[in-house]
C-alpha cells in the first residue's frame, strides 16, 4: 500500500513538473510607465524558439500622459535577453538595447503608438522578432 502511495505521488508530481514546463513559452510582458502611472502590454506577437511565431491581439495597453512626458520602458529579465529597439509611430527612436531592461524616452506626446520590439540581425538587416504595442494618450 505504501508503495502505490508513493508511486501515485512519483507520478503526480511528474505529470505537475511536465505542466510547469508548459509554461515556459507564456510570452512575457513589458511595462511603460510614466508621471507614476504604469500600464503592462501582452505580447502581440511571440517567438519563444526563434522559428515558430504565434501573433495574439491582447487588449490595447493605453497610457495616459500629460501634453509632453518622459516614459520608461522596462521589459523584464527575460525579454533583455536579447537585443531590442523601440520604435514610435512605426519609426525608430531608441538605439538597439543590449542586456538592458529599462530605457527612458523623454518628450513623448500624446497619440503616439510605441512598440518594444525583440531583434534578431543576420549581418546586415536587422529582423523583427517579438512585438508589444502601447497607445500613448
Do not use: Y
Amino acid at each position: 500500500m505504501i508503495a502505490r502511495r508513493a508511486a501515485l505521488l512519483v507520478a503526480g508530481l511528474a505529470a505537475t513538473a511536465s505542466l510547469g514546463g508548459c509554461g515556459q513559452d507564456k510570452p512575457p510582458t513589458v511595462s511603460l510607465s510614466a508621471g507614476g502611472q504604469a500600464v503592462t502590454a501582452q505580447a502581440t506577437r511571440w517567438c519563444p524558439d526563434g522559428k515558430k511565431c504565434v501573433s495574439h491581439s491582447p487588449p490595447a495597453a493605453v497610457l495616459k500622459i500629460p501634453a509632453r512626458g518622459d516614459l520608461t520602458v522596462d521589459v523584464g529579465a527575460t525579454v533583455a535577453k536579447r537585443p531590442w529597439i523601440i520604435l514610435v509611430d512605426g519609426g525608430t527612436a531608441s538605439p538597439l538595447q543590449r542586456h538592458s531592461r529599462t530605457f527612458r524616452l523623454v518628450a513623448v506626446r500624446p497619440g503616439v503608438t510605441v512598440e518594444v520590439v525583440t531583434v534578431d540581425t543576420d549581418g546586415a538587416r536587422v529582423l523583427q522578432r517579438d512585438s508589444w504595442v502601447f497607445n500613448v494618450r
